[in-house]
């Protein structure tokens, strides 16, 4: 893909409500999930899809920052103040962070622990199912 082409965030991590993968596809520079419904196959703008899911992400996040803070401290087995910073930052700039990020380095990661975004026929998002897990346990 070259990099005037958006790129679909999600891409491999949607199903529809039966469970069906949602495939990508591009029209132009501007990519598409195809969302199946029956015999029919809806093209739904993935930035659509995928600012609502960052919406629902950071949301969710909202007012726990500093225990994601932790949490990613312990995980990385380091308490410098750069390093905090720099999570810090990442935080407050998640929305960008996630647009600029490889999908490819951190999508298989998320898939292999349970994280799905389920979206009905028109590209709402229904739901997101996460793996569970308490920040002190990271």
Known sequence: MTENKRQAIFAGLIQNEHGDPVDVTHLGDEAFYVIPDGDF??????????????RQL?????????????????????????TK????????????????ADPEQWK???????FRVIVDVHGDVT??????????DI
């Open 108 to 114: 298989p990661w998320l898939g292999m622990l349970g």
């Open 85 to 100: 910073t720099s999570i810090d930052m990442a935080l407050k700039n998640f929305d960008q962070a996630f647009r600029l």
């Open 41 to 54: 196959r809806r093209h739904v703008e993935a930035a659509q899809v995928d600012e609502e899911v960052l």
């Open 58 to 82: 950071r949301d969710q996040m909202a007012g726990m920052e500093d225990q994601v803070v932790e949490g990613v401290l312990k995980y990385l087995g380091k308490e410098d103040l750069f």
């Open 127 to 136: 739901r997101i199912e996460s793996p569970e897990q308490e920040i002190d």
